[in-house]
């Protein structure tokens, strides 16, 4: 009879069993839960803006995808003036001419605009902009947080997951550095 014990069974929830087959197979889990989510959020965001911006007096259907809610927010955030490149480093965007199309759509609707120092656009929140982001603050507070409170206090949880995944977004920014040198 032998002494060795079975290796227990893990079955994971992935997209990609071959990337689960690893040292760190809990790694395709997470991936696989960060694509549902992502998609989830980018969903949500822009449902969200679409029913804040029918709430909102003076703005017409805004017709706003994920990035350019998440721009909008970002321009708005402290009520300071934003230049591209702040908007791409914190966005952690790549490639900016897709946070410039945000830009200029969203002050063709109105909702942000443009001031000119020196060579350099500044943007900011037009008094429509800024009441489309309570609008959303406001449903935001309908839908998520009250639902949210029903899982107990989940401040915590969602802080540490929160810092999780800030730490792994530079695992996966020195590893895509690494794989742009193979």
């Known amino acids: 009879m032998s002494s060795k014990k079975a290796k227990p069974v893990v079955h994971r929830i992935v997209s990609s069993a071959h990337l689960a087959d690893n040292r760190i197979g809990a790694l395709s889990e997470l991936e696989f839960s960060l ?3 992502v998609n989830a959020y980018q969903r949500w965001m822009v449902r969200c803006a679409e029913a804040s911006a029918r709430y909102t007096a003076g703005v017409e259907r805004a017709d706003l995808a994920a990035l350019d809610v998440l721009v909008l927010h970002h321009v708005n ?7 591209l490149v702040d908007l791409t480093l914190v966005l952690n965007v790549d490639d900016s001419h897709t946070v410039n199309y945000s830009l200029k759509k969203l002050v063709r609707i109105g909702l942000i605009e443009a001031e000119r120092r020196g060579k350099e656009a500044f943007y900011s929140t037009t008094a429509q902009g800024r009441r489309l982001c309570d609008q959303y603050r406001e449903f935001r507070e309908q839908c998520l947080i009250e639902s949210l409170t029903h899982l107990g206090n989940p401040e915590s949880a969602i802080s540490d997951a929160a810092a999780l995944l800030r730490g792994l977004s530079g695992v996966y920014d020195q ?6 040198s193979l």
């Open 35 to 37: 694509s549902m989510v």
């Open 77 to 83: 955030h402290h009520d300071r003036a934003k230049r």
């Open 175 to 180: 590893g895509a550095r690494a794989a742009a």
